[in-house]
């Protein structure tokens, strides 16, 4: 055999070498892929219509989208048998009588049904920020049940966000000398914090930080 041919096979060895690497890892990265559980009252049209308007297309990137509906007949086989850390259940859109039947632990529907489940195992709900369906303010008093019925869903678990704060890369950005409890509450779960190296944490806002498995980073 001359070198020729020997270099031949090493390269052939290296190229299948490089090949199976390059496969494992994209096996790793598809194992890695977050679950989005997005329970909604629209098709998956509208919703891929509303992730390509809000320029959120990373959400396939990192993300196995999962649109659940509304009007689902055997709801609780929608229900995951394994709800992993890194897995969201997002709300598009919360009409006032599911607002009022989760505050109250009424579980008739997809909607109360998913929220109950994921409470119970001590997650949190998304709300999209612009899916809140406020009643006509023309009555006060109503007004203010709505707004007591979110309050207690909002302490149970609730979170409103935005699209663009499901990028499970981004990165908070918050300057201030003293960082509180009122900051980090602000934030969602499982995200980057940047910090002053000057930042003074409060006892409060470091044990936050743990509970929201939040990482810390000085500049």
Do not use: C, H
């Not at 969201?88 to 859109?93: A, D, G, I, M, P």
């Amino acid at each position: 055999m001359d070198q020729k041919q020997l270099d031949t096979i090493i390269s052939q060895i290296t190229e299948q070498i490089i090949s199976r690497l390059n496969e494992k890892e994209s096996n790793l990265k598809a194992l890695k892929k977050a679950q989005l559980y997005i329970l909604t009252d629209k098709n998956e049209t509208k919703i891929s219509q509303e992730i390509k308007t809000n320029n959120v297309s990373f959400l396939r990137d990192q993300y196995d989208l999962k649109i659940i509906n509304f009007t689902s007949e055997n709801y609780q086989a929608t229900f995951p048998k394994n709800l992993n850390e890194e897995d969201k259940v997002l709300l598009t859109s919360f009409p006032f009588y599911d607002v009022a039947k989760a505050a109250l632990g009424i579980i008739d529907d997809t909607v109360t049904f998913w929220i109950s489940k994921t409470f119970f195992l001590g997650r949190k709900v998304l709300l999209l920020k612009d899916g809140k369906r406020p009643i006509s303010n023309k009555n006060k008093k109503y007004s203010e049940l709505f707004s007591s019925y979110m309050k207690t869903l909002n302490e149970f678990g609730l979170q409103e966000i935005y699209w663009k704060d499901l990028n499970r890369n981004l990165q908070y950005e918050i300057k201030t000398t003293v960082l509180t409890l009122a900051d980090i509450e602000k934030l969602p779960s499982n995200k980057t914090v940047s910090l002053n190296s000057a930042t003074i944490l409060t006892e409060l806002a470091r044990e936050k930080i743990a509970e929201k498995n939040l990482k810390i980073i000085y500049k």
